[in-house]
RNA sequence: GAGCCGUUAGCUCAGCAGGUAGAGCAUCUGACUUUUAAUCAGGUGGUCACAGGUUCGAUUCCUGUACGGCUCACCA
């Protein structure tokens, strides 16, 4: 980059400084023998130097570097944290303080010393040679204030983690997320399997896919906006449990919990209904924050939240009962309607009353559930992948969760009837038509496959991307996917 | 897509009722062998996001564009 010419240029000539001296400032390994966590660990008695000191070798990114003439302090940084290290001209010899003195904040070194503490009380590697791992050129940002351009940030993930170690630690507890959950669906007799990205028809959810083409097949295709469909064709073959973490791409806005690509937790569990799923989620999650805090109450933004099971259950029209102050059950479509525009619905006109309890329910109820609450029983309108209720045709033994307003997750007794099935594909593949562009066309393959039979079947899927953040205290998805999508810089 | 806010040195930020810019840190030179936001002395570094307009003169005022942030809309 242009800009920062100057003081590239100046690393530049450093950098050919020290191959004067016979340095190859990138060279191919080093063996470290402890990390600065281990040496804090294991050093942390240690009072002053001592005779029978240990070596040890490290290796780490220099953070800080204060020359005092003839010795010199500097912070090491590695994965784990920092340490700080001592140079001494009259320890490491005169040619190699020579090249040390053209070493810079960024720059990668492993060194090797002996433990102490200083006046100070620091835990200290006093250092006896120290070698140049690879030069930087690019100077790293501002010691004190750090990075804190948001776009820099995002942009330059790997700046941003460099300097700022909290945010490293919210993708290592994402990773322990996703690990925690892993282990308990296996301990459940789950079996983790992959299904397509690409695929040639898109399904399983209400959204606008990603367009693209494969040559050789001459067609297109899309890329995955859930894996729902293969997961259940694998549950017709007869695996019982299935999951998958699935990065789904889905071609719509963006904002504080949308990213165009996100990672769902799907997971199906045969000769289960919603009701058993539902104990699945609340555990799954309780236990999930519990292995990362020890406790299934945390905080998130303002909210003191209590992720420990049972969760309140609300049915969807009691919610809107609740929340919105209107009890649908006993109106008709047309008196539902008039009431929703009452309370000021924008509503077109057309809309079934299924349609507005649900429209009723995003507008009014969805941000007030602060608490872990499922809501259960779904409009079958805006639920073409689940079983009716036994008792009530018009609606589906569906649920979703919210958290702190945010919707986490979304399951129900799957659908297994060949013939229902194919009547709600048809009504997708009409809103379809008349221009609805989240609806979706039949998948005669998956039909088919449901015509072979499929027991009958619980299925869920939890945003893990929103799930992180609650757990990690994030207000924005942005800060727990490493990569968010960015407009280009130019 | 709309509204509001932002973009000034490598980083973090000031500044200007219009008169072509400052600080701290970083960097460079010198001093300094237990410092830690090291210290002390001196220096370098800027197309003030980009393009137009108003003006004798614009980094400053106006308009547009780009990128970002927040809110809303859209959206699971």
Redesign the pocket.
Known sequence: ME??K??IQ?RRE?LDEIRKFGVEPYPHKYEPTHTTSAIQRDFADIQE?SDDAQTVRIAGRIM????????S?A?LQDSEGQI?I?V???KIGPDPYKIYRRF??GDIVGAEGTV?R?????L?VLVDTIELLSKSIR?L????????????R?RQRYADLIMNPEVKDVFVKRTQIVQAIRNMLNTRNFIEVETPVLQPIYGG???RPFTTYHNTLEQSLYLRIANELYLKRLIVGGFDRVYEFSRDF?N??M??D?NPEFTMLELYQAYADYIEIMELTETLIAETAKTLHGTAKITYQEHELDLTPPWERLSMVDAVRKYAGIDPVPLSADELYKAAVDVGL?LVGDETKGKII?EL??EYV?SKLIQPTFITDYPIE?SPFAKKKPDNPQFVERF?FFICGM?VG?AFSELNDPVDQRQRFLEQANSLEAGDD?AFMVDEDYLRALEYGMPPTGGLGIGIDRLTMLLTNQ??I?DVILFPQ?????
Not at 141 to 152: I, R, V
């Open positions: 800009e920062t100057d003081l100046q450093k130097t800080t570097k204060r020359d005092h003439g003839k010795s302090f912070h700080q001592y001494r001209r009259d810079d904040g102490f200083t006046r100070t009380g620091e200290t100077p940002p501002e010691k004190w204030h750090g990075l804190q351009d948001k776009q820099t995002y959810a209400n959204a889905r719509e806005g904002d504080r949308h924008d649900a329910f995003d969805e805006v979703e919707e979304n989240e207000y924005s942005r960015m407009r280009p810089e130019n």
